[in-house]
């Protein structure tokens, strides 16, 4: 982390200044900024930028060589799967938290990772907003691999449209009024043209999907997905939904599969010293250290249902544990120094993968701050400096 550029946003910050940066990114669809955003960026130097990078590479070998579909065959749930998958997600997400080595030197630890898309479209206008409340140098960026604000829409624009005309592409949530992230979505349509339309009003006539609208009804030949099966589940009795067993006319953006592919399922099959051991609970074939260990659910939305003091009874109250990790636990680093206590860090790297290409490449990130045991709204009630973010990264 940049020294000199955290002690010059900390001494310029103001409360004021503070307010009327959350009013601008307000009066990008009033009343849907439903999360916290922190008071800060971070600002990251280009050692800490490679060190993610270079893992990430690593992590890209896995997920693109020839036996990676075969070993992740299992990860998707049977009441899951869903035809037309197709070779890749056009969209993934690495999760790194900002931790410290034995030398005291910041290095970073994988979280987790998706195939599936995250806050795309926000965080390209919170970029160009932060950048101005933040005062961040032209040599310092959110964008990555090459790309600037121009290229990152077009290409955003390109994967999400891929020629379809946007009347007939469609964002697919379940009930998206409701979403803490649903600013996204309102930057989404006003980016691609394209509308939100929850799952319950998508219908199909024979292979042909369509909603209704003003009693007309809209073809749908692609969706850019957003629902997340696991939490679909939580919701209960939402009413009745298409089978989304049967195969459509359609394309997916990306296909729901990819979700569970690329996901904390495929953590057990990495080794680098940026990515904690993982095992599948199933295959602990001798005794571990559970102080060292959480024990996480691979089936689990926001991390619902992760266990961080394990103990043997945890272990044992587990009925199947071949859907189940144990991951070596990540000490998250203070910092991030803030008017009173640090903030602990955790940096989401987005990759595009457009078709015809034959690897993810990165493009931009999101940031988010914690003050808590761990990331997330419920560890941090009652504090500052902590929430959503971006950081800034210094340029080669």
């Known amino acids: 982390m940049d020294k000199l550029l955290r002690e010059k946003f900390?001494?310029?910050?103001t409360t004021k200044k503070y307010e009327a940066y959350l009013q601008e990114l307000d009066n990008l669809h009033p009343g849907a900024l439903d999360f916290r955003n922190a008071e800060t960026p971070i600002f990251v130097d280009k050692d800490f930028k490679h060190k993610m990078l270079d893992a990430t590479e690593e992590i890209i070998n896995v997920i693109t060589s020839p036996f990676f579909k075969t070993i992740t065959a299992r990860s998707i749930p049977e009441k899951f799967k869903i035809p037309g998958e197709g070779d890749h997600p056009q969209f993934v997400v690495f999760d790194y938290g900002v931790c410290k080595n034995e030398a005291g030197e910041p290095v970073p630890q994988l979280i987790e990772m998706q195939g599936f898309p995250t806050l795309f479209a926000y965080q390209a206008y919170l970029s160009d907003i932060t950048s101005k409340y933040a005062n961040v140098p032209d040599h310092y960026s959110s964008y990555l691999g090459g790309y600037n604000r121009e290229k990152y829409i077009n290409d955003l624009k390109d994967i999400i449209l891929a020629g379809q005309?946007?009347?007939?592409?469609?964002?697919?949530?379940i009930f998206p009024e409701?979403?803490?992230?649903?600013i996204d979505f309102f930057c989404t349509e006003k980016l691609t043209g394209i509308k939100t339309i929850c799952l319950t009003r998508l219908k199909a006539d024979g292979a042909q999907l369509y909603y209704e609208e003003n009693g007309k009804k809209h073809p749908v030949k692609r969706i850019y997905n957003r629902v997340i099966f696991d939490d679909l589940e939580k919701q209960g009795n939402i009413g009745e939904i298409i089978d989304l067993k049967k195969e459509y006319d359609v394309q997916w953006c990306p296909h729901p599969n990819w979700f569970y592919r690329i996901s904390k399922f495929t953590l057990p099959f990495i080794d680098h010293p940026y990515i904690p051991?993982?095992?599948f609970l199933s295959e602990i074939s001798k005794?571990?250290?559970l102080t060292k260990y959480v024990l996480k659910p691979l089936f689990s939305f926001a991390g619902m249902g992760v266990v961080i003091d394990v103990t043997q009874q945890d272990i044992d109250q587990v009925k199947d544990p071949e859907n189940w990790i144990l991951q070596k636990k990540v000490q998250y680093a203070d910092v991030i120094q803030t008017p009173d206590e640090p903030a602990k860090a955790e940096i989401r790297l987005f990759y595009f993968w457009k078709d015809g290409w034959s690897r993810p490449v990165p493009v931009h990130n999101l940031v988010r701050l914690s003050k808590g045991k761990m990331i997330g709204t419920r560890y941090n009630k009652d504090k500052d400096w902590v929430g959503g973010s971006i950081a800034y990264f210094e340029k080669d």
């Open 178 to 182: 409701q979403q803490k992230t649903r």
């Open 10 to 13: 900390n001494n310029s910050f």
């Open 287 to 289: 005794p571990v250290d």
């Open 165 to 173: 005309d946007p009347s007939e592409v469609i964002l697919l949530e």
């Open 277 to 279: 051991e993982t095992f």
